[in-house]
């Protein structure tokens, strides 16, 4: 059972290294996508604020882990 559960945490852990970087993504995707479908944002725009929105979420990661490795 501690192999599989090992196996699964790995595997999970191949896709999402920062937990709090990929919950932001999927935030900041559904934001967008429920803009562009129910608030008629025309999808240029949404691709913009997905752009801007992904690179400020990068940096802010960035930001952490630089931190975190000054301490």
Same mark, same amino acid.
């Given at each position: 059972?501690?192999?599989?559960?090992?196996?699964?945490?790995? +595997? +999970?852990?191949?896709?999402?290294?920062?937990?709090?970087?990929?919950?932001? %993504?999927?935030?900041?995707? %559904?934001?967008?996508?429920?803009?562009?479908?129910?608030?008629?944002?025309?999808?240029?725009?949404?691709?913009?604020?997905?752009?801007?929105?992904?690179?400020?979420?990068?940096?802010?990661?960035?930001?952490?882990?630089?931190?975190?490795?000054?301490?």
């Amino acid at each position: 059972m501690n192999a599989i559960r090992l196996v699964a945490r790995e +595997f +999970f852990g191949m896709f999402v290294d920062d937990g709090n970087l990929a919950l932001l %993504a999927l935030v900041l995707v %559904a934001a967008v996508a429920i803009a562009v479908k129910l608030l008629s944002l025309p999808p240029l725009l949404g691709g913009v604020l997905l752009l801007v929105g992904c690179l400020a979420i990068l940096l802010l990661s960035v930001r952490r882990a630089a931190r975190a490795v000054k301490r």
